[in-house]
């Protein structure tokens, strides 16, 4: 018999023997991190509240209780019971039976009231259908890829059953080493912004943290190729941890998976789902623009398959030696500071990813309260010596400020944002001025990704700012859903007609533009003196928004692609539109975000690895981190190693 094997004997026995003689247990399973106990009694598992708590508490494992198949009453039974159990006001909108496992899938507008107090309504269903329920929010705007994600995960139930059983196996193994170090290697995003990768490597376990591309720099991937990473074959790698969806930190994901990886991803729900647009839509860019994708949409929809969605504060087992946890770092929706506890107490390190330190309209700032920290692995995107933001008020009057001189030219205001986090907070400052009257109501239209990932973001609105949240969760006061908000679905014609039409605002992807459709924004609004180009987030080196921010107001049609009547062909295109940069919209924290980050940081690092920015930020921040709070700090270069221990 597997050590595995015994394991879950002995943890059968010793469930069995905490639990009253009339509840049996017919069968324990790893599935990924969880330990899943099968019962004939579910009704009396449910009417013994604390009895779950209690035994996670003592094996201090997470667990989930399931009915035996053998006892579940038939679905339209069970059917008519619950929607008798759920308040009507919840706005139930699917029920899903799934009886191979015992759980009903449970659809809802209002998920907080199907759960009730405590996790009491969930309860009564139980005790009178003997199903586990588990409940899923209605998006309040439509979301094709949440529809997706939910119907191919749906899909692929037996696949996706066999691969947790096997990732639970693999966490817990016996370990075999008594070797005790701990290493950390850098693959990418050190003193570049980019292509974000690190391998953490303990005598049992390698984790890779993160695959990113790198903006504006055709084929510069990770060191993926080396004998840290998949260099030394892809099963040795044990677990994918993503901190969060942008490309810089994701888009190579999939690409594990065409090289053999077939192992979890540990992220949180919405980075999952955020993953899956923006891959795909990755892959479509590649193929418009004549370039060879790194890989299919198959193997995203591998990566989708074998994720494990983690919520934020849950301890979880991800490898004999290394338990992970989420916590917000308030970048973008899902974004999240990994905190990796290594052995029996043996080191902490955290994984910042990336991260904003003070609140915003979108998200509470990043969390840095842990149990214990040894070393921090920190962005730098603004860790330069003079890379203070505005005040976050100050750059809402000063956007106002522009979108009213630019309305009273009778021009367009055209601001290249990205999809995810960036255009959902100027959404916000937009609502908010015209509803209070700062700015003129005006369409706004929204290209590109930027209203699917609002719809996103409206599925997930517990991993958003408290009062905005509350607002998400009554309809008639989501400011997403605002009347000026316009899609822009129709492509090339309908951009034309916004072309020709009243003044307006127009977001649209990509944030850097390096691709999509503020190219034949470019092309359509570009020549006019009368409007305005605002960026709003970061321009990465060698991006064509960083050679347009600098001051380039000639641009090869050759870079821009076909655009309306101005584009194509050889030439160039005449940008006589202003230009404005307004600070202070980034998901990143500045460089005094990044130093409080530190300082206030409980408890404080031995260590800190400054990265993700480039070399004058990383090698500023190592500076000034070591100078004021005595820490020691580095500032690695890609393909560096370092030991612990």
Request: one cysteine or more.
């Amino acid at each position: 018999m597997s050590t595995v094997e015994q394991q879950l004997d002995d943890l059968k026995a010793e469930i069995t023997s905490e639990l009253p003689n009339d509840i049996s247990v017919s069968s324990v399973k790893y599935e990924g991190p969880e330990l899943v106990v099968y019962t004939r009694d579910p009704k009396k598992f449910a009417q013994q509240g604390d009895l779950v708590r209690k035994l996670a508490s003592k094996l201090r494992k997470r667990i989930t209780i399931r009915p035996d198949p053998s006892v579940l009453s038939r679905p339209n039974e069970a059917r008519e019971e619950i929607m008798g159990v759920i308040p009507d006001e919840a706005g139930v909108t699917d029920l899903d039976f799934h009886a191979d496992t015992g759980e009903v899938v449970i659809e809802a507008e209002k998920p907080g009231m199907v759960i009730g107090r405590h996790g009491s309504t969930l309860r009564e269903i139980t005790k009178n259908v003997g199903w586990t329920p588990e409940v899923v929010r209605t998006p309040p705007i439509e979301s094709s890829t949440v529809s997706n994600v939910r119907s191919f995960l749906k899909q692929e139930r037996d696949e996706r059953r066999d691969i947790l059983e096997k990732v639970g196996r693999q966490i817990h193994r016996e370990e075999m080493s008594d070797d005790e170090y701990v290493r950390i290697t850098t693959l990418g995003c050190c003193r570049e912004v980019g292509r974000a990768s690190f391998i953490i490597s303990t005598p049992e376990t390698r984790i890779l943290v993160d695959c990113g591309d790198k903006p504006g720099a055709e084929g510069e991937v990770p060191y993926l190729h080396a004998p840290e990473a998949l260099g030394a074959g892809p099963q040795t790698i044990d677990a994918v941890v993503l901190t969060h969806a942008h490309l810089d930190h994701s888009a190579l994901i999939p690409l594990l998976f065409k090289y053999g990886y077939d192992g979890p991803i540990y992220c949180t729900e919405p980075t999952r789902d955020l993953m899956g647009l923006l891959t795909l839509d990755y892959l479509d860019v590649a193929a418009k623009e004549g370039r060879t994708p790194p890989y299919e949409s198959e193997q995203v929809r591998e990566a989708i398959k074998h994720t494990i969605p983690l919520e934020y504060g849950d301890v979880t087992d991800i490898a004999p030696d290394v338990k992970l946890t989420f916590h917000n770092a308030g970048h973008i929706l899902g974004s999240a500071v990994s905190h990796f506890h290594i052995g029996d107490g043996l080191y902490n390190v955290a994984f910042s990813g990336d991260i904003h330190y003070d609140d915003t309209r979108l998200f509470n700032g990043a969390v840095n309260d842990f149990p214990r920290v040894e070393t921090l692995v920190l962005e730098s995107t603004y860790g330069g010596r003079n890379d203070y933001q505005t005040d976050q008020a100050d750059s809402e009057e000063h956007l106002k400020k522009v979108i009213n001189e630019t309305y009273e030219k009778g021009g367009k205001v055209v601001i290249p944002a990205f999809a995810v986090g960036r255009s959902q907070e100027i959404m916000l400052v937009i609502e908010e001025a015209m509803r209070s009257g700062d700015i003129p109501e005006m369409p706004v239209h929204l290209d590109g990704m930027i209203w699917e990932a609002t719809a996103i973001h409206t599925t997930y609105p517990e991993y958003l700012r408290d009062d905005l949240r509350d607002r998400i969760f009554h309809d008639d006061e989501n400011p997403f859903l605002a009347e000026e908000f316009n899609h822009i679905d129709a492509g090339e014609e309908e951009r034309q007609d916004v072309a020709d039409g009243e003044p307006c605002i127009i977001l649209s992807t990509s944030g850097m533009v390096t691709g999509g459709p503020i190219m034949s924004w470019l092309g359509h609004i570009g020549p006019d003196p009368d409007s305005t180009l605002v960026f709003v987030g970061y321009q990465a080196q060698g991006t064509l928004g960083r050679r347009i921010q600098n001051g380039w107001d000639e641009i090869p049609t050759s870079e821009v692609g076909a655009m309306g009547n101005n584009g194509g062909g050889r030439g160039t295109l005449s940008l006589n539109m202003d230009v404005e940069t307004v600070d202070g919209f980034s998901g990143h924290a500045d460089r005094a975000g990044l130093e409080n980050f530190v300082k206030t940081m409980n408890p404080r690092p031995e260590k800190v690895l400054c990265v993700h920015g480039d070399e004058r930020s990383t090698q500023d921040l190592s500076s000034a981190l070591y100078h004021d709070y005595n820490i020691r700090t580095f500032a690695p270069k890609n393909l560096e190693t370092f030991r612990f221990l």
